[in-house]
C-alpha cells in the first residue's frame, strides 16, 4: 500500500488543510470582496467627480487602475493569508506534526507555495474580471470610458491584476517562513508596504523617484498600466520590469524562508 | 528498531543530548526514562528528523528518517497532543496527515472510530481536552499502520480509566510485533509498562536493562538480625561492608549479598536469627540513577 507518495500528495494535503481553517477561507472571501467593493466605490466617487476635473487630470485617468483600486486593500489580505499559512503552524506547533509526515521541507513548501498560488490566482482573476466589469459598467457613457478588452493592454492589465494579487501571498509566506510568527510576519508586511512609503517621502526628492518604483504597491501600479505612468507623474518601471522585480522579491522571501528552515530546528 | 547512534545535541552552550547511544527492539515496550529535562523529547525530535543532530544519527530499521518515503507508514509518534491547528477539525487534520503519505482516506475514519473520537470528528480540535487531544495524537500515530511507535509522555492528562487503556494498547502494539518506545519520568508508570527500560540523564546514556535486571544490580540492601549484633556487626565492618543503619531489630546492610553476609557470621560464630534481602524498587533505583544528574541540573540553575 506504501506506493511512494510525492509532491502531489503533500499539495492535497496542504489543500485539505487551506480549505479547513477558517482564517484561510474568510481571508480569501475577504480579497474577493475588498478587490471588488472597494473597486466599486472609488469607480463611483471619481464617476462623480468627472464633471469637476481639469483637462490635464482627466487626460491621465486610467479607468483600469481606477477600477483595480481595490487591490490596494486587497494586497493586505493576501499577505496576512500567505504569512499565516506557514506561522500559524509554528504559533500552534502543528509544525512538528506536519514535518513528521513530510520531512522534506522543500517538498513542505512547494506544496504550501502552489496550493497559495493556484487558490490567489483564481480568486484574483475572478476579483480582477469582476472589478473590471464593474468599473466599464460604472463608467459607461462617460468620457472616461473604459477601453474593451481587446483593446490595447487591457486584458493584459487585468490579468496581472489577479497575478499581482497571488505574487503578493507568495511574498507574504516568505516573510512567514523567515520570522516564523504571526505578528512578525504581518506587521512586518504591513510596514513594507504603508511604513516604508512614508520614509521614502522624507528622502530628497531626487532621491524619492529612484525609490518610489520599487516598492510592491508601485510595481503593482506598474503592472496594471495601460498607459506607461502613473496619475502622479511618478516614473515607474515598464509592465514586464515591474512583473519580473516582483517575482524576484516573492524569490528572494522564499529562497530566504526554505534556507532557513532547512537549517532550524522545528 | 530504532538505533540511536553517538547521538548529540547542542543547543547554543547547553548539550541536551550527550553522546547517546542505544537500541530499542521490536516486540517489546521500551520505557525511555530520566527526569524532566533530561533530554527524553529532544532525543525523540532528533529520532524523527525534527532536529538536526549536532553529531551521530538516529536510525528507523537501518534507515534516516529523512530517507522515509512515506514516513506515517514506518514511525507513527505523539510527540506533543497539542500540536494541532486549534481551528482545525478532527477528521481534517487526520485526513490532510493520511493524504499526504497516500494513506487511504478509509484509515482516517478506522483511527477515529479506535481512539473513540468519531463522535466530535467534526469539531474544532482546539476545543478538545487534554485527554481527547491526547487520543487525536495517538489516532495520528496510527493512521499508517506503522511497525515503530514513538510516545512521549503519553499519560500525562489522561484519567485512570485511560491510562488502563493505554497500557493495554501499548502491550498490543508490542504483541504485535512492533518496536514501542514510551517515555515516561515516571518511574512507577514504566515499571508496570515497559519490559525494557531506557534510562538517561542529563542527556547522557545512563543504563538499560529488563525491569529485573535493573533492579537486581541496584544496591539493594540486606537486613539481618542475630544473637550478637554488636559482635557481627564488627565483623561486618572489618569486612569493609557498608550498615546503612543499626538498632535492636538488626542491622541493614548494603552491598553485599545476603549470603556473603551470613558466611560472614558463621566465619564469626554469629548464629543468624533473619536474613531478609530488600530489593530496591524500580522507582529507587531510578533515585539512586539519576540523583546526580537531577542534583547537577539544580545546581546549575542556581548559579545561574
Redesign the interface.
Known amino acids: 500500500?506504501?506506493?511512494?507518495?510525492g509532491l502531489f500528495?503533500?499539495v492535497?494535503?496542504?489543500w485539505?488543510?487551506y480549505r479547513?481553517?477558517?482564517?484561510t477561507v474568510i481571508g480569501t472571501l475577504i480579497m474577493l470582496i475588498l478587490t471588488i467593493g472597494i473597486g466599486l466605490l472609488i469607480g463611483l466617487a471619481v464617476k462623480g467627480h468627472l464633471s469637476t476635473m481639469t483637462p490635464v487630470e482627466r487626460a491621465t485617468l486610467d479607468p483600469i487602475q481606477v477600477a483595480m483600486g481595490g487591490i490596494l486593500f486587497a494586497q493586505f489580505a493576501v499577505g496576512v493569508i500567505g504569512a499565516l499559512l506557514i506561522t500559524?503552524?509554528y504559533s500552534?506547533?502543528?509544525?512538528?506534526?506536519t514535518?513528521?509526515?513530510?520531512?522534506?521541507r522543500l517538498r513542505l513548501i512547494a506544496a504550501k507555495a502552489i496550493v497559495l498560488s493556484v487558490v490567489l490566482f483564481v480568486v484574483g482573476e475572478i476579483a480582477s474580471f469582476i472589478a473590471y466589469f464593474d468599473g466599464a459598467a460604472i463608467f459607461h457613457g462617460t468620457i472616461a470610458a473604459m477601453p474593451s478588452l481587446s483593446q490595447g493592454k487591457t486584458l493584459q492589465a487585468v490579468l496581472l491584476s489577479g497575478l499581482y494579487l497571488m505574487l503578493m501571498g507568495l511574498f507574504g509566506l516568505g516573510l512567514g517562513l523567515v520570522l516564523r510568527q504571526s505578528a512578525g510576519a504581518i506587521s512586518t508586511y504591513t510596514s513594507l508596504l504603508l511604513i516604508l512609503p512614508i520614509l521614502v517621502f522624507l528622502l530628497p526628492s531626487s532621491w524619492q523617484s529612484h525609490i518610489t518604483k520599487f516598492e510592491p504597491s508601485v510595481l503593482g501600479q506598474a503592472m496594471r498600466s495601460t498607459t506607461g505612468a502613473l496619475r502622479s507623474g511618478t516614473p515607474v518601471f515598464g509592465t514586464w520590469s515591474a512583473t519580473g522585480i516582483l517575482f524576484a522579491y516573492c524569490a528572494a522571501a522564499l529562497g530566504a524562508g526554505i534556507i532557513l528552515m532547512q537549517?532550524r530546528?522545528? | 528498531m530504532i538505533s540511536v547512534e553517538h547521538l548529540t545535541k547542542r543547543f547554543n552552550d547547553t548539550t541536551a543530548v550527550d553522546d547517546l547511544s542505544f537500541e530499542v527492539k521490536p516486540g517489546l515496550i521500551t520505557g525511555f526514562l530520566g527526569p524532566n529535562g533530561s533530554g527524553k523529547s529532544t532525543t525523540m525530535r532528533l529520532i524523527l528528523g525534527l532536529d538536526q543532530p549536532t553529531k551521530g544519527r538516529a536510525l528507523i530499521n537501518g534507515k534516516s528518517y529523512h530517507s522515509l518515503s512515506a514516513p506515517l507508514c514506518e514511525v507513527g509518534a505523539l510527540l506533543d497532543a497539542k500540536a494541532v491547528h486549534p481551528g482545525r477539525s478532527a477528521r481534517n487534520h487526520l485526513l490532510a496527515l493520511a493524504v499526504s503519505n497516500g494513506i487511504p482516506t478509509s484509515r482516517v475514519d478506522e483511527v477515529l472510530d479506535f481512539v473513540g473520537l468519531a463522535s466530535v470528528a467534526k469539531k474544532r480540535a482546539g476545543n478538545f481536552s487534554l485527554g481527547m487531544s491526547q487520543r487525536l495524537g495517538i489516532a495520528g500515530a496510527l493512521l499508517g499502520d506503522p511497525p515503530v511507535l514513538l510516545f512521549d509522555e503519553p499519560v500525562n492528562g489522561l484519567d485512570p480509566e485511560g491510562i488502563r487503556w493505554i497500557r493495554e494498547f501499548f502491550r498490543t502494539l508490542a504483541d504485535e510485533g512492533r518496536t514501542v518506545l514510551v517515555s515516561s519520568h515516571l518511574m512507577s508508570e514504566m515499571a508496570v509498562t515497559a519490559d525494557q527500560i531506557v534510562v538517561i540523564g542529563r542527556g547522557k546514556f545512563i543504563t538499560a536493562g529488563s525491569v529485573d535486571e535493573l533492579t537486581k544490580n541496584a544496591s539493594g540492601t540486606v537486613i539481618v538480625r542475630s544473637a550478637d549484633n554488636t559482635k557481627l556487626n564488627k565483623a561486618l565492618l572489618s569486612a569493609n561492608a557498608s550498615i546503612s543503619e543499626i538498632n535492636d531489630e538488626g542491622i541493614r546492610v548494603s552491598g553485599m549479598s545476603a549470603a556473603e553476609i551470613g558466611d560472614l557470621a558463621f566465619a564469626a560464630g554469629v548464629a543468624v536469627h533473619e536474613l531478609t534481602p530488600e530489593r530496591a524498587s524500580l522507582e529507587e533505583v531510578f533515585m539512586e540513577l539519576t540523583h546526580d544528574s537531577v542534583e547537577y541540573a539544580q545546581a546549575a540553575k542556581e548559579v545561574k
Open positions: 500500500m506504501t506506493r511512494s507518495p500528495a503533500v492535497r494535503s496542504e485539505i488543510k479547513s481553517v477558517r482564517s500559524s503552524e500552534s506547533t502543528s509544525i512538528r506534526t514535518l513528521a509526515a513530510v520531512p522534506n537549517r530546528d522545528a
